[in-house]
């Protein structure tokens, strides 16, 4: 199992552009998540999916996209880019059910925005 | 929403030492408590968990300790070693179940 990938690991845009972040996993986990790291602010939710074809907001939605239209595959859209969103943006997956609920990320895209 | 606060923000132990992060809930329906641990450059990745029928768990030098009347858990390192050297997350989900939100990170530094 690969768990979960992101692409790409680093990125450099101009304010104003757009661009997608991918996130796979091969777990067949029915819940993603994208988060944002920035320093003293931990990890703050940006959207996620319980399942495919449905998402929901998270903390901090403005400024980005989601959708889910396979169990694999949550990309991430940011539709015009701020030096806001300058932030390493990893993205999760873990079963909606069980006993443990174990969230698996992936290893981060770092973005700068300037 | 759920809020979880944890702290310190920073911790510096000598190797050998006890390290102590401590996490504040306030939200009470839900059932799972786990604490992430993130090396740099790394995604975080789940350390240890316990759930509240119980008030202490044990793994290895890591142990979660739970107060469910003071809402708060802890994470205990027993022994620290310099690869414990890491940031760590407590989270809890919000009210719904399906959100996870985390405390905003201790960075622990264990000297030789």
């Known amino acids: 199992n690969a768990g979960v990938t992101q692409t790409p690991k680093f990125q450099v845009l101009k304010t104003g552009q757009s661009m997608t972040l991918q996130c796979a996993q091969d777990m067949n986990h029915e819940y993603m998540s994208w988060y944002r790291q920035d320093p003293g602010m931990g990890l703050r939710l940006i959207h996620y999916?319980?399942?495919?074809?449905?998402?929901d907001q998270g903390e901090v939605p403005n400024g980005y996209n989601v959708s889910r239209s396979t169990t694999e595959d949550f990309p991430l859209r940011l539709l015009s880019a701020a030096p806001s969103q300058t932030s390493v943006y990893f993205c999760?997956?873990?079963?909606?059910?069980?006993?443990?609920?174990?969230?698996?990320f992936g290893p981060g895209t770092r973005l700068t925005v300037l | 929403q759920q809020q979880v606060k944890q702290s310190p923000q920073s911790l510096i132990v000598q190797k050998g030492g006890i390290s102590i992060i401590n996490c504040a809930y306030e939200?009470?329906?839900?059932?799972?408590f786990p604490w992430y641990q993130q090396f740099p450059g790394k995604g975080p990745a789940l350390l240890i968990a316990i759930r509240p029928d119980v008030s202490e768990k044990k793994e290895g030098r890591f142990t979660i300790s739970f107060n469910k009347s003071a809402k708060q858990f802890s994470l205990h390192i027993m022994d620290s070693q310099p690869g414990d050297s890491a940031t760590y997350f407590c989270a809890a989900p919000d009210t719904g179940g399906f959100k996870t939100i985390f405390g905003a990170g201790t960075r622990l530094f264990v000297k030789a």
């Open positions: 939200n009470t329906a839900f059932d799972y």
């Open positions: 999760a997956s873990r079963y909606t059910s069980g006993n443990i609920n174990e969230q698996f």
């Open positions: 999916s319980v399942g495919a074809g449905i998402t």
